[in-house]
């Protein structure tokens, strides 16, 4: 079992920058890889950014490239989105989540799950 804890997001506005955090806990020896998705209402659940337990490899989506940043500190189990360049299009709730041996961009491939934070983005 891997708790995942969102948080850092809040109301900004458009052109600002914000970093989200998801914690980790419990069987956190595993090689977790972590993804970042968001869901804004009316639309599904769409792939942010993945790291792998390495931290070596990343990937992203097409809209994070360039003003997104996925990083993590596997000494504090944390792993960090930071977004640059904000516009209202980024408005949701964030999810972090957890993949064993994987960092892909397929939500179902994702075990674990935090409850999400919300972020809003103003024009």
């Known amino acids: 079992q891997v708790n995942l804890v969102e948080s850092g997001g809040g109301l900004v506005q458009a052109g600002a920058s914000l970093e989200l955090t998801c914690e980790l806990s419990g069987r956190t020896h595993s090689s977790w890889g972590v993804g970042w998705f968001r869901q804004s209402p009316g639309n599904e659940r769409e792939f942010v950014a993945a790291?792998?337990?390495?931290?070596?490899?990343?990937s992203y989506a097409t809209f994070a490239k360039g003003r997104f940043t996925i990083s993590r500190d596997n000494a504090k189990n944390t792993v960090y989105l930071q977004m640059g360049g904000l516009n209202p299009e980024d408005t949701g709730v964030y999810y972090c989540a957890a993949q064993d041996g994987g960092a892909t961009v397929k939500a179902e491939n994702y075990k674990y799950w935090g409850q999400g934070t919300k972020v809003t983005v103003s024009s």
């Open positions: 790291i792998r337990h390495s931290g070596l490899t990343t």
